[in-house]
């Protein structure tokens, strides 16, 4: 499997092309700004994207949405309580950015919905807590996280929408259910293991 990250815009999203070295076919997770140079590696890597994955609606991880869906064409996905974010961008304007209005979304994913490209299996796992629509992607021994778990840290929840009981159980039933050498690859920083946030996360103590 390919997993190339991508470290994008302002906020330093994970943008991650993900890649069946088999069959050429892959996906993007997150195209959250600097569309050119995410679809200069897709072209580089010679992949033919099938589907573009946001893991929640929040601008840092949709910005780049618009120009690199209407370059591939791929089928956006994303969870049916965070679709209405795409379109009401406020953090976005908050922070003072602006980015073009994102197309809709081509299908509205639920918990437990299989998203295969080629031979690689993925399962779409809902996440409350950081957006009620928030989801995590789980398979071929690794789970994109997005803002749900980082590398020793949790997503913030006092964004609209935000729950820290929601987020907390989305964690601790979700993911710390899975083994030890299962890789995160989180929506910003480094990438971890479920075995290292299990011993060494300050945030899933006591
Ligand atoms: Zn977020
Ligand atoms: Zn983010």
Redesign the pocket.
Same mark, same amino acid.
């Given at each position: 499997m390919i997993v190339e990250k991508l470290v994008v815009g302002p906020?330093a999203?994970n943008c991650y092309i993900v890649g069946s070295q088999s069959n050429k076919g892959g996906m993007i997770i997150d195209p %959250?700004d600097e569309a050119k140079q995410i679809l200069k590696r897709v072209k580089d890597l010679e992949l033919d994207i099938k589907f573009i994955l946001l893991t929640h609606g #929040?601008i @840092? #991880?949709t910005g780049a949405l618009k120009e690199v869906k209407e370059a591939t064409g791929a089928e956006v996905v994303i969870h049916g309580d965070d679709a209405k974010s795409l379109k009401n961008q406020l953090v976005a304007v908050a922070f003072g950015l602006s980015y073009p209005t994102p197309p809709p979304p081509d299908r509205l994913l639920k918990d437990g919905e299989s998203l295969d490209i080629g031979d690689l299996h993925f399962e779409v796992v809902h996440t409350p807590g950081h957006t009620p629509g928030g989801v995590c992607l789980l398979g071929e021994g690794v789970v994109f996280s997005g @803002?749900t778990l980082f590398n020793y840290g949790i997503g913030r929840t006092d964004l609209p929408g935000g729950s820290s009981s929601q987020l907390m159980n989305s964690i601790q039933t979700r993911l710390m259910t899975l083994p030890d050498n299962t890789v995160v690859y989180p %929506? #910003?920083g480094a990438a971890t293991t479920i075995g290292a946030e299990r011993t060494g996360n300050p945030f899933l103590r006591g």
């Open positions: 906020f999203s %959250g #929040h @840092d #991880h @803002d %929506g #910003h």
